[in-house]
């Protein structure tokens, strides 16, 4: 698996090691990774740092603390949107020309959904046990409605 010089990383998480051995970062990602910080290329493809991105917040977000890390999918979308712009600042500026603004939008989208699908399934399995009125734990049937005898579908008792 071909990583960066500067950033090289073993992932403990086993989706984010499976997702990076199954598709290696493209030899553009990793050099934009690698490059110093007053060199530039000339043009580049918004592909390279899409993956390039995805290298750097998947490596940022590994290296977290467990209890650190968020654990839902709210908190896990606030951290990706807070790491992502930085990030890709970082990474967009050594290229010359630089992105249009409609480039760079798409580029944040396709990284925000990429990543979202990629860090979800490093997140705790989420506990769809809900207690009822009346004490008794039963699973909820999506929406949060809770199905027990004597209470109604919006958790109202039942008369």
Known sequence: ????????????????????AKTPNPPGANRLIDMPGDVFVDTEDDMHLIA????????QWDK???D????????????IVMHREVVLKSLSRHVEP???????????????TLLHELLEQTLPPVDKTVR????KDSKSHGHGAVKNEGVEQDGAQAK
């Open 1 to 20: 698996m071909a990583v960066p010089h500067t950033l090289p990383h073993t992932f403990a998480l086993a989706p984010l090691r499976a997702h990076f």
């Open 52 to 59: 390039a991105a995805l290298w750097v917040l998947a490596v």
């Open 68 to 79: 650190d890390r968020p654990k839902d999918k709210e908190h896990m979308r606030h951290w």
């Open 98 to 112: 630089p992105f249009h603004f409609a480039t760079m939008h798409h580029v944040e989208r396709d990284v925000s």
């Open 132 to 135: 009822a009125p009346d004490g």
């Open 64 to 66: 977290m603390a467990e």
